[in-house]
């Protein structure tokens, strides 16, 4: 899950989509117990910063990296650079805020040089600091080999038919992927987890020069933020949560609500443009959401032509719509695009709403070296954030089903997503089978984030979240303790720090003096307009 509609990636019919959405760890190797193994020469380590190279760099932007062990319970078999980018406090400085976007895959980099006037007021107190998580981005970046991306299906057939007529092939295929993935991530496939980045993220905090870590995660990184908080709980600073993910509901679950929350968005968004003569659904809502739905089927039936080559299917207009959804502020565009879509066949518009992520701006220092270097940015791969995607929520998650389980759930599992949303439910169903054929993942964030000894921590929800539902505010608060603090922000849109003054002032304000909002307080709707 992304804060930003940046991190759009685009998926094509039903296995290719699945291979994107399904597939990309090895062997996850984050393990519930701690080991003794001796990390003093990675906690010993200082930043060097300097001037981010590249030309749309910003000026003021500066990068340096940190080693970390490629495996901590053997350290000394091989290590990992990790890129950093942080804006030096203006203001009188008292440490170093870390910042995760999301994803998991978001490259933190790319994220700080694109958005980064969204936290200048951070500056006041803080260096304001982001990382590419490993990897991600130019932090030993993972890959599934050429064509990820861009296979396509046949083009007269439905491909959640073909699934159901033989999911065993389905499954066979989407194993040779896996390997696939294996053989061009290499050895740090194995080790992607979230409980692995917590602990990269204490060798950063430490790198950074703080006894305490100050954390403002969004969507997935409030994921990382809760991990850090069980395994590092004396080293808490002030923790900000928004957009918060589920520390308990399997992918199945997950998927599910995803769907949920993107029919609701849809409502809205299709509600909103029925007030206007142009858009392309006409002006009365409810039909207007039936031509969504022939639109997609359409499409999917018979796909378009793109001026980038190759065709437009129903399920990559899907994918853009639930980018676009992310936020409000993007609804103009989707309605134009859609326009464009309808009455002249144009895909440029949507298409610019899967384009595939981040771009990466910004180069870190001299060509890496063979152990601890960083990867050219031009060496990033093109699939990097929907393996890394995969790789660490297969790694996090300990469900496994087996093919017997898949075949016999795989339909009524496929009714109950379709009743979830008529549009976005064939394109959630992927998650039903994200790491068939994968080693069970870890069960430390299930059974051991709960019940953190830690200062005060503001967790946002925002109610009309389509990626987050606002009950995985309410229940995440409730397994970290008297420790979680609620904000809830009765508003629209994948979290609240970029869309609403009122959650944006009381994080800042929280981040840079201590002031905690009362817990179930809330910011009104139109404090996100």
């Known amino acids: 899950m992304h804060r930003s509609t940046r991190t759009a990636l685009r998926r094509g019919p039903l296995i290719p989509a699945l291979a994107l959405a399904l597939l990309g760890a090895g062997v996850p190797a984050a393990t519930d117990d701690d080991t003794e193994a001796d990390l003093s020469r990675f906690y010993r380590q200082r930043v060097k910063w300097s001037a981010c190279q590249g030309p749309e760099a910003p000026e003021d932007l500066q990068c340096g990296k940190v080693k970390v062990p490629l495996d901590y319970a053997r350290p000394r078999a091989g290590s990992i650079g990790l890129a950093l980018a942080r804006y030096r406090a203006t203001g009188d400085r008292r440490g170093s805020v870390v910042l995760n976007f999301g994803g998991p895959g978001g490259s933190g980099v790319a994220g700080l040089a694109a958005d980064g006037t969204d936290f200048m007021g951070l500056t006041d107190g803080y260096d304001v600091v982001s990382f590419d998580p490993r990897g991600v981005g130019r932090s030993a970046p993972v890959s599934c080999g050429d064509g990820f991306l861009t296979a396509e299906a046949s083009d007269d057939t439905d491909d959640t038919d073909d699934m159901l007529r033989d999911p065993l092939a389905a499954l066979r295929e989407l194993r040779e992927t896996a390997d696939q993935c294996a053989r061009h991530s290499g050895p740090v496939l194995r080790h992607m987890g979230t409980v692995d980045v917590a602990r990269d993220l204490d060798v950063i905090r430490q790198a950074l020069g703080d006894d305490k870590l100050n954390y403002l995660g969004f969507s997935y990184g409030t994921r990382l933020g809760a991990v850090y908080a069980a395994r590092f709980p004396d080293r808490v600073g002030r923790f900000a949560l928004d ?16 769907a949920e929350g993107q029919q609701r ?27 969504v739905v022939r639109l997609v089927r359409s499409l999917d039936e018979d796909p378009v032509p793109t001026a980038f080559g190759g065709t437009f299917s129903g399920q990559d207009l899907v994918g853009a719509i639930g980018q676009a959804l992310y936020s409000r502020d993007l609804w103009p565009s989707l309605q134009r695009a859609l326009a464009l879509l309808v009455e002249d066949g144009d895909t440029r518009g949507v298409e610019a709403f899967t384009s595939g992520g981040f771009a990466l701006p910004v180069r870190i220092g001299p060509r890496p070296g063979r152990d601890g270097g960083l990867a050219d940015e031009e060496d990033v791969p093109l699939d990097n954030l929907p393996a890394a995607l995969m790789a660490v929520n297969c790694a996090d998650d300990p469900d496994r089903p ?9 339909r009524r599992l496929r009714a109950r997503y379709e009743r979830a949303s008529p549009v976005f439910g064939r394109y959630r169903l992927t998650q039903v089978l994200m790491c068939y054929g994968r080693p069970k993942g870890t069960p430390y964030i299930r059974e051991r984030v709960r019940d953190v000894d830690t200062p005060k921590m503001l967790l946002v929800g925002t109610r009309g979240d389509p990626a987050t539902p606002y009950r995985w505010t309410e229940q995440t608060a409730e397994r970290l303790g008297p420790s979680a603090v609620v904000l809830d922000n009765r508003s629209e849109g994948h979290t609240g720090y970029g869309s609403s003054t009122c959650v944006h002032r009381k994080v800042d304000d929280f981040l840079l ?8 307080s809330s910011c009104g709707a139109e404090d996100g307009d």
């Open 265 to 291: 968005a849809l409502r809205d968004f299709v509600d909103w443009c029925a007030r206007d003569i142009g858009c392309p659904f006409g002006q009365d809502p409810r039909t207007g959401r039936e031509e």
């Open 243 to 258: 957009g918060v993910d589920t520390l308990t509901e399997p992918l199945t679950e997950q998927g599910v609500a995803g």
């Open 513 to 520: 003096y201590g002031s905690l909002p009362p817990d179930g």
């Open 402 to 410: 087996t093919a017997g389980q898949i075949t016999r759930e795989l």
